[in-house]
C-alpha cells in the first residue's frame, strides 16, 4: 500500500506561486508514475500533469502549460508541482496520485492510491 501525502497549499494572490509537495510512502516510489489532479467545487476531478517513474516523460493538460511544472524526487520519494501564474480559475482541491505503471496517464481511473488533498486558494 501506498500513502500519499500533500502539502504546500494555501492562499495567493493571482499572479503568484505556489509549490506543492506529495511525500510518498509504504511502497517503492519509483516503480509508480505520479499525477496531479484537481477538483473545483461542483467540478468533476480533472488532470493537471504526470510524470513517468523516472522522469523521462512528463504529460501537462492545455490549461497549465507553461505555468505549471511537475518534477519529482526518487530518492526522497516525493513529487512535485511548481505554479507559477495562478489564476482564479486554478482555485481547487490538489490531489496527488501515483499508478503501478511505467508511463503517464491523464485518466483517473488509472491511478491505484491517492492523497487527501490540499487547497489552493487564488484571490483575483
Known amino acids: 500500500q501506498v500513502q500519499l501525502v500533500e502539502s504546500g497549499g494555501g492562499l495567493v494572490e493571482a499572479g503568484g506561486s505556489l509549490r506543492l509537495s506529495c511525500a510518498a510512502s509504504?511502497?517503492?516510489?519509483?516503480?509508480?508514475?505520479m499525477g496531479w489532479f484537481r477538483q473545483a467545487p461542483g467540478k468533476e476531478r480533472e488532470f493537471v500533469a504526470a510524470?513517468?517513474?523516472?522522469?523521462?516523460?512528463?504529460y501537462y493538460a492545455d490549461f497549465v502549460k507553461g505555468r505549471f511544472t511537475i518534477s519529482r524526487n526518487n530518492a526522497e520519494n516525493t513529487v512535485y508541482l511548481q505554479m507559477n501564474s495562478l489564476k482564479a480559475e486554478d482555485t481547487a482541491v490538489y490531489y496527488c496520485?501515483?499508478?503501478?505503471?511505467?508511463?503517464?496517464?491523464?485518466?483517473?481511473?488509472?491511478?491505484?492510491?491517492w492523497g487527501q488533498g490540499t487547497q489552493v486558494t487564488v484571490s483575483s
Open positions: 496520485s501515483a499508478r503501478w505503471a511505467a508511463g503517464v496517464s491523464v485518466r483517473t481511473q488509472d491511478y491505484d492510491y
Open positions: 510524470v513517468s517513474r523516472f522522469a523521462g516523460s512528463t
Open positions: 509504504g511502497g517503492t516510489f519509483s516503480n509508480h508514475g
